[in-house]
């Protein structure tokens, strides 16, 4: 909560501290699609969506070109080996889902004069970067349901951080309601996070706990373990070989349309009075 909390005052004071400068057009507004990912259980297919996203923005546009805003989204994403076209994945049996929450600082560019920021252009292509803080919580489902973030997985010395910093980038198109102040957005967001644990899977096989003729039976903890380390029906992962694709990073994307409201800060102390 500090991490998150640090990012949204971060936020807070780029966007108060951009008063100081000439612009005109404040810009609120919210988003849906779904989010996608790319990682040990999906490799290849960046748009390959396995769940829904939604959030809310709110932007200061310095001029028709350049806007500064903060965001928010909630998203999840999902694999599941077991559904893959792989023999080896299928072998392996992992699956995740795992929700996203993220907050960012993001700058625009419209590449036409765009009426937002006071420009005359009802239509642009726009592009966008930044940086955000991430909050991800991993679950799978087997013989019931688990929280794998709270495991040591794959025989860390210790948990694994589920916050993290993400680079974002992407791009979009705009237009304009007409004679409103009000626009339409599709677009496509891209970020890479400093973590490779989306999925929970990244390295190695842990060793497992064996059964043998003098203990027969495993102890709850000890059979919770053996399943998120090795679901795979066969027990097919060998202390220290390959449980991971070797990538040091996942990343994850949100596709998205969206609608939003602009004002100019004339408008913005009139209602205040």
């Not at 907050?103 to 955000?132: E, K, M, T, W």
Request: hydrophobic share 35%; proline share 3%.
């Amino acid at each position: 909560m500090k991490f998150t909390k640090k990012i949204i005052s971060l936020g807070i004071t780029l966007l108060f501290t951009s008063l100081s400068l000439q612009a005109q057009v404040w810009e609120v507004g919210a988003k849906v699609g779904g989010a996608a990912y790319m990682g040990e259980l999906n490799l290849n297919n960046p748009v390959k969506f396995s769940g829904l996203a939604a959030g809310a923005f709110v932007k200061y546009n310095f001029d028709p070109n350049w806007g500064l805003g903060l965001h928010y989204m909630h998203g999840t994403i999902s694999g599941d080996d077991a559904k893959s076209n792989l023999a080896e994945a299928r072998a392996r049996n992992i699956n995740f889902k795992t929700p996203l929450d993220e907050i960012s600082i993001q700058l625009d560019f419209n590449f036409l004069d765009y009426f937002s920021g006071g420009g005359r252009r009802n239509f642009s292509p726009y592009v966008f970067g930044g940086a955000g803080g991430l909050v991800f919580k991993p679950t799978a489902t087997y013989d019931q349901f688990y929280r794998t973030y709270k495991w040591q997985s794959e025989g860390q010395s210790q948990r694994y951080r589920t916050y993290t910093l993400s680079a974002i980038y992407g791009g979009g198109v705009k237009a304009r309601i007409k004679n409103t102040s009000f626009s339409v957005l599709a677009e496509l967001g891209f970020r890479t996070p400093l973590t490779d644990y989306l999925d929970d899977v990244s390295g190695f096989y842990a060793t497992k706990f064996a059964t043998s003729a003098d203990k027969p039976l495993l102890n709850e903890y000890e059979h919770s373990f053996n399943v998120i380390a090795d679901p795979s029906p066969n027990q097919i992962g060998a202390k220290d070989t390959q449980r991971g694709d070797g990538r040091s990073r996942d990343s994850y994307m949100f596709g998205t349309i969206g609608l939003s409201f602009s004002f100019t800060e004339d408008c913005f102390n009139f209602l205040k009075h």
